[in-house]
């Protein structure tokens, strides 16, 4: 309970930014898993679906900013955060928090690897740490492809980076099925069975 000459004092991105980059020794992601601050509140921030950040209502534009953020974001249950050592502060998602604009592939077949890269510059090996996952629209079947980036948090792969994978999709067998999909770190991650894509 807050005294009378107490004021409350309300979460804001200024703030937020500002304990990060303090709290945040080396390039990349904080350990945001090891922090266990107080709840703050909802801070008026979203992340739509293209991976646009928007903060009371404004696109964020500048990109070191969203970097900064992004690097603090922690997916608890179905909730997204903002975390620093001190404070935690809830953000809406759209869907995805980040969006996998890119991808590089050495070797070919089962022995393929595919690299991913997202739009706040994080990269991820698809592989058994970081699966491809397909999900279908009920309505319409449309696929929305993901690969789990780090903690839970996964990027939607872009439109024409699932059109440059499906042609270095493959046929495989799965438990008796036949699947197209992809294989990556000698995985294969199924997409659709048959040949529904094709």
Request: proline content about 8%.
């Amino acid at each position: 309970m807050t005294k009378p000459d107490q004021k409350i004092v309300k979460p804001s991105a200024d703030g937020i930014a500002a304990a990060a980059n303090s709290a945040i020794k080396s390039k990349g992601p904080a350990p945001v898993h090891l922090w266990n601050p107080p709840f703050c509140g909802d801070l008026d921030m979203r992340i739509a679906r293209d991976g646009t950040w928007f903060y009371m209502g404004s696109p964020i534009g500048r990109k070191p900013l969203v970097k900064l953020f992004s690097s603090i974001l922690r997916k608890d249950g179905d909730d997204y955060f903002l975390v620093t050592p001190v404070e935690k502060v809830g953000i809406k998602v759209d869907d995805a928090p980040f969006v996998a604009i890119d991808f590089e592939v050495s070797g070919s077949g089962q022995d393929q690897i595919i690299s991913f890269t997202t739009h706040v510059d994080d990269t991820a090996v698809a592989g058994n740490a970081n699966p491809i996952r397909v999900s279908l629209d009920p309505e319409t079947g449309e696929p929305s492809p993901y690969i789990l980036i780090r903690n839970n948090l996964e990027a939607l792969i872009d439109r024409k980076s699932f059109y440059r994978l499906v042609e270095i999709g493959a046929h495989h067998n799965v438990a008796g099925e036949d699947w197209f999909g992809l294989w990556s770190s000698g995985v294969f991650f199924p997409i659709i069975q048959g040949s529904g894509l094709l």
